[in-house]
């Protein structure tokens, strides 16, 4: 009777153990997915990609690439706009 109360106590513990893990991860992975936590990291992402993470300097060559995209698109439309007209 010793040996099975033992076992079932043991049982009973692995069995807790593996809840208190998997509450853990549970929660791991609602923080991961908070929209919170995602746009978090998307704006990171974005500054890395405009600004160096490391030294904090502005990458220019990406500034650049994006203003000249942004400025090529306004001229399309103008250009669109006047033809149209």
Known sequence: MSQDNKQLSSL????EETRERLAGTIDQLAH???PKTIAG?????IKGHFVDLETGQP??????????????????FVVVRK???
């Not at 990458?59 to 399309?76: H, M, P, W, Y």
């Open 59 to 76: 990458r220019t060559d990406n500034i650049l690439k994006a203003v000249g995209g942004v400025v090529g698109v306004i001229a399309f």
């Open 41 to 45: 990291r998307q704006v990171t992402t």
């Open 32 to 34: 991961r997915v908070s």
């Open 83 to 85: 033809v149209v007209r």
């Open 12 to 15: 009973e513990r692995e069995i």
